[in-house]
């Protein structure tokens, strides 16, 4: 199976701040990553798909990128409303797995 | 609007077996492929199981592979997991999601609101 990483965890910062995670994986899988959101208590929610496709609805400070290995995912001005865990998911194997999440708080 | 609603969770002794369903509406159900995912309290998501538009392939998790078994009545525009042989590291919350896209690009782009499976011992 294809194992993903997350960095850092937790991550602490300041509304306005610019905020960035990693993720990596264990072999290339392409372009085949995916960003989700949870809040406490509920489902997560779809942001970027294919590793940089905004999904539709979703605010413009999120944004992705990367390929292979190696991703990145974005929010240039942290909001009050971005307080949540983060999860990359790859589907480039037919077990598709996830990254252990990144829990983003305020300072 | 798309709605996918999951059922049958609740407390079950360990050995035993549960199904949970997952129905769903605003959507031709029978296009899309399904998945089911996971959550243990306190813990990150962790993929289940996926089924093919058709029922026509499946693959799962080594985690519940032997175990659990995932199905769908695309009639009833409903979505199974067949959990056997339960145990307490099964205990979670279980999502169902769509799988969105297309045949290339997969994305989990609608979620259930997720039922509960506890596990006792």
């Known amino acids: 199976d294809i194992q993903m990483t997350q960095s850092p965890s937790p991550l602490s910062a300041s509304v306005g701040d610019r905020v960035t995670i990693t993720c990596q994986a264990s072999?290339?899988?392409?372009?085949?990553l995916n960003w989700y959101q949870q809040k406490p208590g509920k489902a997560p929610k779809l942001l970027i798909y294919?590793?940089?496709n905004l999904e539709v609805g979703v605010p413009s400070r999120f944004s992705g990128s990367g390929s292979g290995t190696y991703f990145t995912f974005t929010i240039s001005s942290l909001q009050p409303d971005d307080i949540a865990t983060y999860y990359c998911q790859q589907y480039n194997n037919v077990r598709r797995t996830f990254g252990p999440g990144t829990t983003v708080d305020f300072k | 609007q798309v709605q996918l609603v999951e059922s049958g969770g609740g407390v079950v002794q360990s050995g035993r077996s549960l199904r949970l369903s997952c129905a769903a509406s605003g959507f031709t159900f029978s296009f899309y492929g399904m998945h089911w995912v996971r959550q243990a309290p306190g813990k990150g998501l962790e993929w289940v199981a996926v089924?093919?538009?058709?029922?026509?392939?499946?693959y799962y998790a080594d985690s519940v592979k032997g175990r659990f078994t995932i199905s769908r009545d695309n009639s009833k525009n409903t979505l199974y997991l067949q959990m056997n042989s339960l145990r307490a590291e099964d205990t979670a919350v279980y999502y169902c999601a769509r799988w969105g896209g297309s045949d290339i690009v997969e994305k989990l782009d609608y979620w259930g609101q997720g039922t509960l499976v506890a596990v006792s011992s």
């Open positions: 072999q290339d899988i392409g372009n085949h």
């Open positions: 294919d590793a940089s």
């Open positions: 089924i093919w538009y058709d029922g026509g392939i499946k």
